[in-house]
Nanobody, 117 residues
Framework: QVQLVESGGGSVQAGGSLRLSCVVS????????MAWFRQAPGKEREGVAY???????RYTESAKGRFTISRDAAKNTLYLQMNSLKPEDTAMYFC???????????WGQGTQVTVSA
């Protein structure tokens, strides 16, 4: 069973930075897409940043210029560097892997990010 484990969340003040990590284990695919999503209380889950199997990256408007998604293939780890954090970035952040028919097949349990004003 593929397993995704996120870490790196925490509480920071506005303007601060955090780096989230997502370690993927028990995956047999060599190339696969991954992404970061987030869900704030009372809101729907939304995409933040995407890392394609071909190495391309894409960001939603809220993340552009502030967040950077990257991968370390040797460590099977996905990262999300978040700078200039805002209170509206407060959410549970999830990583996801393997996009099939526009749906990610595997999800982590999430890591909480809280940004205070």
């Amino acid at each position: 069973q593929v397993q995704l484990v996120e870490s790196g969340g925490g509480s920071v003040q506005a303007g601060g930075s955090l780096r989230l990590s997502c370690v993927v284990s028990r995956i047999t695919r060599s190339c696969y897409s991954m992404a970061w999503f987030r869900q704030a209380p009372g809101k729907e889950r939304e995409g933040v940043a995407y890392s394609g199997a071909d190495g391309t990256t894409r960001y939603t408007e809220s993340a552009k210029g502030r967040f950077t998604i990257s991968r370390d293939a040797a460590k099977n780890t996905l990262y999300l560097q978040m700078n200039s954090l805002k209170p509206e970035d407060t959410a549970m952040y999830f990583c996801a892997a393997v996009l099939i028919n526009n749906e990610y097949q595997y999800w982590g349990q999430g890591t909480q990010v809280t940004v205070s004003a």
